[in-house]
């Protein structure tokens, strides 16, 4: 019974733009890219989880998603939630009967997170969540593939608990600070354990301390 996660992720370019007033393009850009590619790390050694599918408008996106393995689908610019949509029938498409949707921005996020949110869903239908810090989403579990449209974007938590509550299914949720804790702000770089980190968000974010602008106190 294969569960296949899913990745958005933003154009580079628009990327972190809450960063912008202090880590400029290529710094934010570098950000992006290692934390999406030590998510995708995780995700490859969750042994619950078949593949990852990585939706993106940007092709230097899909490149590195290729690189780490996974299944890379250019999004035709129709926004976030109908992008995981068509992530979503790509990985239908691929046998999976489960996804875990998860953004790339989730620098402490472990293999035994995703193992426990998989092992959650244990009927034939089931919704889990596991909300952000500010009461969005940060993984979303849907057990059959359509169980649900996923309603990502500001507060979404409360807005798939109601969605889930719609179709009948009584949602699971799932909590811990790893999984709570992804990047929005200046303060949430700076909060980062560095010890916890994945090898390639560790080395961006050890150089970007190092600069004046982001220098730990």
């Given at each position: ?21 202090v880590l400029g393009e290529g710094e934010r850009r570098e950000l992006v890219l290692s934390m999406l590619a030590d998510v995708l790390e995780v995700v490859k050694a ?75 869903a244990r009927s034939p239908r089931e919704v889990v969540l596991a909300p952000s810090k500010d009461n969005g989403t940060n993984v979303l579990l849907l057990k059959p ?73």
């Amino acid at each position: 019974m294969p569960t296949w996660a899913i990745v958005p992720v933003k154009r580079l370019s628009e990327a972190k733009s809450s960063l912008g007033h202090v880590l400029g393009e290529g710094e934010r850009r570098e950000l992006v890219l290692s934390m999406l590619a030590d998510v995708l790390e995780v995700v490859k050694a969750t042994p619950s989880l078949a593949g990852a599918v990585v939706v993106s408008p940007d092709e230097e996106v899909l490149r590195a998603a290729r690189v780490s393995g996974a299944l890379g689908l250019l999004e035709p610019s129709v926004g976030l939630n109908r992008a995981i949509e068509l992530a979503i029938q790509r990985a239908a498409a691929e046998g999976a009967d489960a996804v875990l949707v998860l953004p790339a921005d989730l620098p402490l996020v472990k293999v035994a997170d995703l193992e426990n949110i998989v092992a959650m869903a244990r009927s034939p239908r089931e919704v889990v969540l596991a909300p952000s810090k500010d009461n969005g989403t940060n993984v979303l579990l849907l057990k059959p593939p359509d169980a649900m449209s996923p309603r990502f974007g500001g507060e979404s938590f409360v807005d798939h608990l109601w969605e889930a509550r719609g179709k009948g299914i009584l949602p699971r949720i799932y909590r811990s600070t790893s999984t709570a804790m992804d990047v929005d702000d200046v303060q949430d770089l700076m909060n980062l354990e560095v010890e916890e980190l994945g090898a390639h968000t560790r080395a961006v974010v050890q150089r970007i301390r190092r600069g004046t602008k982001l220098a730990k106190k």
